[in-house]
């Protein structure tokens, strides 16, 4: 049975059509609920799997976790109440705690830095939703059989030849006003974000190349544009 973790907490009906005898199961956590409604579907229809759970956030996906057995999730990046990077974290401390949990794969858009902050912070897999959808399912069926679920497979190198690869178009923005010395105050104004979405964009930029600080954030771009 589906269980859906946006408030109020409620059952959902059974999954579309029979599952094998022992399926994979799965759970999803998504921002959108047209794209958890779109999984449902997809792998409602698929006897190979069991869906179990269905959350609108970070925060549920991880009460879920705690919650209910499940062998693969599948996650968004951008999510309110805990993205990705914050719900494989938190999985990192409960994994120390001795607990069984699922194997994660994330499922957003195209972004090289993304994908590598995943796999460094142990996530199974990663597919852009630019891929045809019947893709995910190969990717988690592989995912729950052991294996690792990467497409790019020169991460490495492309952010060596180019540091700021792995950068959103909006964050090579970002770090170029930052060059320029906008406090996050000025950023926000800037680019007509809140104070937080402006924090959360620069911690993803940090993030990504591997800087602990703006000063060092700034000094990469340097660097880059002496090269």
Not at 28 to 37: E, G, I, S
Not at 115 to 142: C, H, I, N, Q, Y
Not at 218 to 227: K, Q, S
Request: net charge neutral.
């Amino acid at each position: 049975m589906t269980r859906t973790l946006s408030p109020p907490l409620t059952d959902l009906t059974p999954a579309l059509g029979g599952a094998e005898a022992n399926p994979i199961r799965i759970g999803f956590a998504d921002k959108n609920p047209l794209v958890l409604r779109g999984l449902q579907s997809l792998f409602g229809e698929d006897r190979r799997f069991e869906l179990v759970v269905s959350a609108s956030d970070g925060e549920r996906f991880l009460d879920a976790v705690t919650r209910f057995e499940f062998d693969v999730g599948i996650i968004g990046w951008v999510m309110v109440n805990g993205d990705g990077r914050a719900v494989l974290e938190a999985l990192k401390a409960l994994a120390l705690a001795g607990r069984a949990l699922p194997r994660i794969v994330v499922y957003t858009g195209a972004d090289l830095g993304v994908a590598r902050m995943a796999m460094r912070l142990g996530a199974a897999g990663f597919l852009s939703k630019s891929e045809p959808p019947e893709r995910l399912l190969d990717v988690v069926a592989e995912v729950a059989r052991g294996r690792m679920m990467f497409p790019f497979l020169d991460l490495g190198r492309a952010a060596a030849a180019d540091p700021l690869a792995c950068l959103t178009g909006r964050e090579r923005e970002l770090l170029e006003r930052l060059a320029e010395g906008l406090s996050n105050e000025g950023l926000a104004r800037c680019f007509g974000l809140s104070p937080n979405t402006v924090k959360f964009h620069l911690r993803n930029l940090y993030e990504k190349l591997g800087a602990a600080n703006r000063a060092q954030a700034v000094a990469v771009l340097l660097g880059r544009d002496r090269g």
